[in-house]
């Protein structure tokens, strides 16, 4: 068991309010495309698949799978959720 003085530079780093925010939203964001490729698998659709079926490129599908993908339109996130057979549910992660 460590001491408190003996953090692990992890546990130092995700104190700092602006660290633990871009940690934070990489994460969801890393969570997201693994979802969608984990989705697909179990779906067994290929990239192409799922673009033809939700009306986007396949460039954009693979940016997705990737994490690469900036500036996702609302309406293409959506679509592709509906595809694989889920809708947007918004879930609240402040504390109230």
Same mark, same amino acid.
């Given at each position: 068991?460590?001491?408190?003085n003996n ?48 009306? =986007? ?22 679509? =592709? ?5 889920f809708k ?8 109230h």
């Open positions: 068991m460590r001491m408190n953090k692990s530079t992890f546990d130092r780093m995700i104190e700092d309010p602006k660290w633990k925010a871009d940690f934070d939203k990489g994460y969801e964001e890393f969570l997201l495309s693994e979802f969608i490729c984990e989705q697909m698998e179990s779906n067994g659709m290929t990239v192409r698949d799922l673009a033809h079926r939700a009306g =986007v490129s396949p460039t954009t599908i693979q940016n997705m799978r990737s994490g690469n993908a900036d500036n996702v339109k609302l309406k293409t996130l959506l679509s =592709v959720l509906h595809e694989l057979g947007l549910n918004p879930v609240s992660y402040r504390a």
